[in-house]
């Protein structure tokens, strides 16, 4: 009998050493060095710059209160000029931050995980094409020539920068947002006329 209560004591030892020692391991960290977390960008402001036939147009959207009650202000200056090649740059910013956060800057260097894409609606004909590529020679859009089409009025054009489109898919290297999948850091509109 005293044999059986030994057995008994140990048993219970061993078993409470056992599930002490599952519980330590389960809740320890495995990890020591976590992948960093790629937070989403805050854009508060689209400003595409062109310059071309003596002349500097900006498109720029500006939404202080990010997803607050406020529409985005939009603003143009300058006119376009038909039948005109304009060089295009766009910068995005996070102006909530002071001094204003550069967002091109991070695009630039995660370049192969982003890209601008230029829609259009309208008569005008106009069209966007790509001067800058990533490593592996694809484009990105920061920097694109912008050939304004013919004479027309309420031109629409859509700016959206996409975080790891697949940029491998039919059509994307040549500005085809439709299946380019990823996620949308930013999406804005501009009308726009060309005199």
Same mark, same amino acid.
């Given at each position: 009998?005293?044999?059986?209560?030994?057995?008994?004591?140990?048993?219970?030892?061993?078993? @409470?050493?056992?599930?002490?020692?599952?519980?330590?391991?389960?809740? #320890?960290?495995?990890?020591?060095?976590?992948?960093?977390?790629?937070?989403? &960008? /805050?854009?508060?402001? !689209?400003?595409?710059?062109?310059?071309?036939?003596?002349?500097?147009?900006?498109?720029?959207?500006?939404?202080?209160?990010?997803?607050?009650?406020? *529409?985005? =202000?939009?603003?143009?200056?300058?006119?376009?000029? @038909? #039948?005109?090649?304009?060089?295009?740059?766009?910068?995005?910013?996070?102006?909530? &931050?002071?001094? @204003?956060?550069?967002?091109?800057?991070?695009?630039?260097? &995660?370049? $192969? &995980?982003?890209? !601008?894409?230029?829609?259009?609606?309208?008569? *005008?004909? +106009?069209? !966007?094409?790509?001067?800058?590529?990533?490593?592996?020679?694809?484009?990105?859009?920061?920097?694109?020539?912008?050939?304004?089409? /013919?004479?027309?009025?309420?031109? =629409?054009?859509?700016?959206?920068?996409?975080?790891?489109?697949?940029?491998? @898919? *039919?059509? =994307?290297?040549?500005? $085809?947002? +439709?299946?380019?999948?990823?996620?949308? $850091?930013? *999406? /804005?509109?501009?009308?726009?006329?060309?005199?």
């Amino acid at each position: 009998m005293k044999t059986q209560i030994n057995n008994m004591k140990t048993f219970k030892f061993l078993f @409470a050493y056992f599930l002490a020692s599952t519980l330590l391991i389960s809740c #320890s960290n495995d990890d020591d060095n976590p992948d960093p977390v790629n937070e989403e &960008e /805050v854009i508060t402001t !689209v400003r595409l710059t062109l310059t071309g036939g003596g002349s500097t147009v900006v498109f720029q959207s500006q939404d202080l209160d990010g997803d607050g009650p406020d *529409a985005p =202000v939009v603003t143009m200056t300058g006119s376009i000029t @038909a #039948s005109t090649q304009y060089a295009g740059s766009v910068q995005f910013l996070n102006e909530l &931050e002071s001094p @204003a956060e550069n967002i091109t800057t991070e695009v630039l260097e &995660e370049d $192969d &995980e982003h890209q !601008v894409f230029y829609g259009f609606s309208g008569s *005008a004909g +106009s069209t !966007v094409t790509y001067t800058d590529m990533d490593d592996d020679g694809n484009p990105i859009g920061v920097n694109v020539s912008f050939n304004s089409g /013919v004479a027309s009025t309420n031109n =629409v054009l859509t700016v959206t920068l996409r975080h790891e489109p697949n940029k491998d @898919a *039919a059509g =994307v290297s040549g500005g $085809d947002i +439709s299946n380019a999948g990823g996620e949308t $850091d930013v *999406a /804005v509109t501009f009308s726009y006329d060309v005199n």
